[in-house]
Protein backbone atom coordinates (compact mmCIF):
# COMPACT_ATOMS: atom_id res chain seq x y z
CA UNK A 1 0.00 0.00 0.00
CA UNK A 2 1.16 3.12 -0.86
CA UNK A 3 2.93 5.15 2.28
CA UNK A 4 3.67 8.85 2.67
CA UNK A 5 7.17 9.49 1.76
CA UNK A 6 9.85 10.80 4.10
CA UNK A 7 10.11 13.94 2.05
CA UNK A 8 7.46 15.89 0.81
CA UNK A 9 4.78 14.76 -2.39
CA UNK A 10 2.54 16.15 -4.13
CA UNK A 11 1.22 13.40 -2.17
CA UNK A 12 1.19 15.16 0.79
CA UNK A 13 -1.05 18.10 -0.73
CA UNK A 14 -3.55 15.40 -1.77
CA UNK A 15 -3.31 13.92 1.73
CA UNK A 16 -4.30 17.90 3.48
CA UNK A 17 -6.87 18.11 1.52
CA UNK A 18 -8.53 14.89 2.02
CA UNK A 19 -8.02 15.70 5.76
CA UNK A 20 -9.27 19.50 5.23
CA UNK A 21 -12.54 18.17 3.55
CA UNK A 22 -12.97 16.05 6.19
CA UNK A 23 -12.89 18.48 9.52
CA UNK A 24 -14.41 21.02 7.01
CA UNK A 25 -17.81 20.74 8.26
CA UNK A 26 -16.94 21.25 12.12
CA UNK A 27 -15.10 24.70 11.06
CA UNK A 28 -17.79 25.51 8.96
CA UNK A 29 -20.43 24.81 11.57
CA UNK A 30 -18.48 26.35 14.34
CA UNK A 31 -17.86 29.55 12.38
CA UNK A 32 -14.27 28.56 13.12
CA UNK A 33 -12.17 31.48 11.14
CA UNK A 34 -8.44 30.80 10.89
CA UNK A 35 -5.72 33.54 12.49
CA UNK A 36 -5.10 36.68 10.32
CA UNK A 37 -1.33 34.89 10.23
CA UNK A 38 -2.51 32.00 9.12
CA UNK A 39 -4.96 33.46 6.48
CA UNK A 40 -1.52 35.80 5.05
CA UNK A 41 0.74 32.74 5.20
CA UNK A 42 -1.84 30.74 2.93
CA UNK A 43 -1.97 33.79 1.00
CA UNK A 44 2.14 34.53 0.64
CA UNK A 45 2.74 30.57 -0.40
CA UNK A 46 0.17 30.86 -2.85
CA UNK A 47 2.13 33.57 -4.52
CA UNK A 48 5.26 32.82 -4.15
CA UNK A 49 4.96 29.47 -5.97
CA UNK A 50 3.11 31.56 -8.75
CA UNK A 51 6.46 33.63 -9.21
CA UNK A 52 8.33 30.02 -9.16
CA UNK A 53 6.21 28.35 -11.42
CA UNK A 54 6.15 31.61 -13.89
CA UNK A 55 9.75 31.70 -13.94
CA UNK A 56 9.93 28.17 -15.74
CA UNK A 57 7.05 29.24 -17.74
CA UNK A 58 8.74 32.60 -18.93
CA UNK A 59 11.16 30.64 -21.00
CA UNK A 60 10.50 29.74 -24.65
CA UNK A 61 9.21 26.36 -24.77
CA UNK A 62 11.33 23.08 -24.57
CA UNK A 63 14.21 25.46 -25.35
CA UNK A 64 16.14 24.08 -22.41
CA UNK A 65 17.23 20.67 -21.79
CA UNK A 66 15.05 18.38 -19.54
CA UNK A 67 12.14 20.87 -19.88
CA UNK A 68 9.63 18.14 -20.33
CA UNK A 69 10.39 16.70 -17.50
CA UNK A 70 10.79 19.76 -15.45
CA UNK A 71 7.21 20.85 -16.97
CA UNK A 72 5.70 17.57 -15.71
CA UNK A 73 6.69 18.20 -12.30
CA UNK A 74 5.17 21.49 -12.44
CA UNK A 75 2.02 19.77 -13.71
CA UNK A 76 1.67 17.70 -10.96
CA UNK A 77 2.51 20.05 -8.56
CA UNK A 78 0.17 22.92 -9.91
CA UNK A 79 -2.77 20.52 -10.25
CA UNK A 80 -2.13 18.96 -6.71
CA UNK A 81 -1.95 22.41 -5.21
CA UNK A 82 -5.19 23.47 -6.73
CA UNK A 83 -6.71 20.41 -5.38
CA UNK A 84 -5.80 21.67 -2.11
CA UNK A 85 -6.17 25.33 -2.44
CA UNK A 86 -9.75 24.76 -3.81
CA UNK A 87 -10.98 23.06 -0.91
CA UNK A 88 -9.48 25.34 1.80
CA UNK A 89 -11.21 28.41 -0.26
CA UNK A 90 -14.22 26.63 -0.30
CA UNK A 91 -14.10 26.38 3.91
CA UNK A 92 -13.48 30.42 3.69
CA UNK A 93 -16.01 30.78 1.47
CA UNK A 94 -18.36 28.95 3.30
CA UNK A 95 -17.60 30.18 6.66
CA UNK A 96 -18.17 33.31 5.03
CA UNK A 97 -21.29 32.64 3.74
CA UNK A 98 -22.84 31.81 7.16
CA UNK A 99 -21.36 35.07 8.84
CA UNK A 100 -22.01 37.58 6.46
CA UNK A 101 -18.60 38.69 5.63
CA UNK A 102 -16.58 38.58 2.25
CA UNK A 103 -12.54 38.65 3.78
CA UNK A 104 -11.98 35.53 3.86
CA UNK A 105 -13.34 34.79 0.26
CA UNK A 106 -11.77 37.61 -0.93
CA UNK A 107 -8.57 36.27 -0.03
CA UNK A 108 -9.71 32.91 -1.35
CA UNK A 109 -10.88 33.86 -4.68
CA UNK A 110 -7.62 36.04 -5.04
CA UNK A 111 -5.40 32.73 -4.24
CA UNK A 112 -7.67 30.23 -6.84
CA UNK A 113 -7.67 32.80 -9.51
CA UNK A 114 -3.75 33.31 -9.27
CA UNK A 115 -3.21 29.45 -9.30
CA UNK A 116 -5.79 29.00 -12.01
CA UNK A 117 -3.64 31.85 -14.51
CA UNK A 118 -0.55 29.42 -14.05
CA UNK A 119 -2.66 26.64 -14.84
CA UNK A 120 -3.29 28.58 -18.76
CA UNK A 121 -0.01 29.00 -19.04
CA UNK A 122 1.58 25.70 -18.18
CA UNK A 123 -1.62 23.99 -20.24
CA UNK A 124 -0.19 26.37 -23.49
CA UNK A 125 3.46 24.97 -22.78
CA UNK A 126 1.59 21.43 -22.64
CA UNK A 127 0.20 22.05 -26.14
CA UNK A 128 3.43 23.65 -27.60
CA UNK A 129 4.01 22.50 -31.03
CA UNK A 130 7.53 21.91 -30.21
CA UNK A 131 6.07 19.55 -27.23
CA UNK A 132 6.79 15.47 -27.14
CA UNK A 133 5.43 13.44 -28.98
CA UNK A 134 2.92 10.82 -28.58
CA UNK A 135 1.38 10.03 -25.16
CA UNK A 136 3.19 12.72 -23.40
CA UNK A 137 0.72 15.32 -23.58
CA UNK A 138 -2.58 12.68 -23.03
CA UNK A 139 -0.79 11.74 -19.36
CA UNK A 140 -0.70 14.86 -18.23
CA UNK A 141 -4.11 15.93 -19.28
CA UNK A 142 -5.14 12.56 -17.37
CA UNK A 143 -3.48 13.66 -13.98
CA UNK A 144 -5.37 17.02 -14.70
CA UNK A 145 -8.96 15.73 -15.02
CA UNK A 146 -8.42 13.15 -12.03
CA UNK A 147 -6.88 15.94 -10.15
CA UNK A 148 -10.16 18.21 -11.00
CA UNK A 149 -12.70 15.28 -10.11
CA UNK A 150 -10.91 14.24 -7.14
CA UNK A 151 -11.48 18.18 -6.03
CA UNK A 152 -14.93 18.40 -6.85
CA UNK A 153 -15.81 15.12 -5.26
CA UNK A 154 -13.78 16.53 -1.74
CA UNK A 155 -15.79 19.93 -2.73
CA UNK A 156 -19.00 18.01 -2.75
CA UNK A 157 -18.42 15.87 0.34
CA UNK A 158 -17.30 18.69 2.29
CA UNK A 159 -20.43 21.16 1.82
CA UNK A 160 -23.44 19.00 1.43
CA UNK A 161 -26.41 20.96 1.70
CA UNK A 162 -24.74 24.77 2.24
CA UNK A 163 -24.74 25.13 -1.50
CA UNK A 164 -20.94 26.79 -1.79
CA UNK A 165 -19.40 25.56 -4.86
CA UNK A 166 -17.64 28.87 -6.46
CA UNK A 167 -14.64 27.25 -6.14
CA UNK A 168 -15.30 23.69 -7.75
CA UNK A 169 -14.17 23.13 -11.10
CA UNK A 170 -17.34 21.98 -12.40
CA UNK A 171 -20.33 23.15 -10.01
CA UNK A 172 -22.80 20.27 -11.21
CA UNK A 173 -20.28 17.33 -10.65
CA UNK A 174 -19.72 18.91 -7.02
CA UNK A 175 -23.54 19.00 -6.31
CA UNK A 176 -23.99 15.65 -7.51
CA UNK A 177 -21.53 14.71 -4.84
CA UNK A 178 -22.83 16.11 -2.31
CA UNK A 179 -26.23 15.11 -3.02
CA UNK A 180 -24.84 11.47 -2.96
CA UNK A 181 -22.63 12.38 0.22
CA UNK A 182 -25.77 13.87 2.10
CA UNK A 183 -28.44 11.58 0.58
CA UNK A 184 -29.90 10.07 4.13
CA UNK A 185 -29.98 10.49 8.10
CA UNK A 186 -27.35 7.53 7.95
CA UNK A 187 -25.44 7.85 5.10
CA UNK A 188 -22.72 10.67 6.11
CA UNK A 189 -20.48 7.33 7.95
CA UNK A 190 -20.27 4.89 4.64
CA UNK A 191 -20.28 7.54 1.85
CA UNK A 192 -16.93 8.73 4.63
CA UNK A 193 -15.06 5.29 3.93
CA UNK A 194 -16.40 5.32 0.26
CA UNK A 195 -14.20 8.32 -0.45
CA UNK A 196 -11.24 7.71 2.06
CA UNK A 197 -10.80 4.63 0.10
CA UNK A 198 -10.81 6.05 -2.77
CA UNK A 199 -8.57 8.58 -1.97
CA UNK A 200 -5.91 6.24 -0.90
CA UNK A 201 -6.45 3.46 -3.70
CA UNK A 202 -7.87 5.39 -6.65
CA UNK A 203 -6.31 8.91 -6.31
CA UNK A 204 -3.19 8.84 -3.87
CA UNK A 205 -2.07 5.34 -5.55
CA UNK A 206 -2.12 7.41 -9.16
CA UNK A 207 0.08 9.92 -8.17
CA UNK A 208 3.43 10.53 -9.43
CA UNK A 209 6.26 10.67 -6.63
CA UNK A 210 7.01 14.49 -7.50
CA UNK A 211 8.71 16.19 -4.16
CA UNK A 212 7.34 19.67 -3.14
CA UNK A 213 10.92 21.04 -1.94
CA UNK A 214 9.80 24.62 -1.96
CA UNK A 215 9.41 26.41 1.19
CA UNK A 216 6.72 28.10 0.11
CA UNK A 217 4.61 24.43 -0.09
CA UNK A 218 5.72 23.74 3.32
CA UNK A 219 4.15 27.07 4.51
CA UNK A 220 1.10 26.55 2.23
CA UNK A 221 0.56 23.46 4.15
CA UNK A 222 1.53 24.35 7.77
CA UNK A 223 -1.37 27.70 7.62
CA UNK A 224 -4.20 24.97 6.53
CA UNK A 225 -2.63 22.58 9.35
CA UNK A 226 -2.22 24.67 12.07
CA UNK A 227 -6.06 26.49 11.65
CA UNK A 228 -7.48 22.91 11.66
CA UNK A 229 -9.46 22.40 15.39
CA UNK A 230 -6.99 20.90 17.91
CA UNK A 231 -9.87 19.05 19.47
CA UNK A 232 -10.64 16.97 16.32
CA UNK A 233 -6.91 14.97 17.22
CA UNK A 234 -5.73 13.09 20.05
CA UNK A 235 -2.41 14.17 21.59
CA UNK A 236 -0.48 11.72 19.13
CA UNK A 237 -2.05 13.43 16.32
CA UNK A 238 -4.30 10.79 15.32
CA UNK A 239 -7.87 11.58 14.42
CA UNK A 240 -10.46 11.33 17.27
CA UNK A 241 -13.31 10.26 14.93
CA UNK A 242 -13.35 6.78 13.77
CA UNK A 243 -12.87 6.63 10.06
CA UNK A 244 -12.54 2.82 9.46
CA UNK A 245 -14.50 -0.09 10.51
CA UNK A 246 -13.53 -1.62 13.87
CA UNK A 247 -11.60 -4.73 12.19
CA UNK A 248 -9.21 -2.47 10.89
CA UNK A 249 -8.78 0.74 12.45
CA UNK A 250 -7.90 1.84 16.54
CA UNK A 251 -10.09 3.73 18.55
CA UNK A 252 -8.12 4.76 21.35
CA UNK A 253 -5.11 6.85 21.02
CA UNK A 254 -1.24 5.01 20.87
CA UNK A 255 1.93 6.54 21.01
CA UNK A 256 2.84 4.20 18.50
CA UNK A 257 4.75 6.09 15.57
CA UNK A 258 3.15 4.02 12.77
CA UNK A 259 -0.74 5.62 13.63
CA UNK A 260 -2.48 5.94 10.72
CA UNK A 261 -5.17 8.26 9.68
CA UNK A 262 -6.26 6.10 6.24
CA UNK A 263 -3.83 2.51 5.03
CA UNK A 264 -0.50 3.92 4.01
CA UNK A 265 -1.43 7.33 5.35
CA UNK A 266 0.76 8.33 8.61
CA UNK A 267 -1.19 11.52 10.23
CA UNK A 268 1.23 11.53 12.88
CA UNK A 269 4.11 12.15 10.68
CA UNK A 270 2.17 14.53 8.55
CA UNK A 271 1.20 16.85 11.40
CA UNK A 272 5.09 16.48 13.01
CA UNK A 273 6.11 18.40 10.17
CA UNK A 274 4.39 21.41 11.04
CA UNK A 275 4.25 21.67 14.57
Known amino acids: MPMVEPGLTVKSLAEVAWLVSRLGPQMIASQAEPSSTALRDFWQSTRKLQQIWDQFLDQEPFSVPDAATHLEQIAAQVFTTELLTRVWATILGSIDQRTGRNDLTRIAT ?64 ARDFAED ?23 LGQLPTVSVDSPAFQGLMQSILGSLPEQAFYRDGSLREQLLPVSTARIEPSDAADDVLLPGISLTSLRRRFP
Request: glycine fraction near 6%; charged fraction near 25%.
Open 110 to 173: NSVSGLLQIRHRLLKHILHPSAPSGSWAADLDRLRRRCDRWTDLLIGNLCGADEFFRFAFDAER
Open 181 to 203: AHDGVNASHPVELLVAAGVRLSF
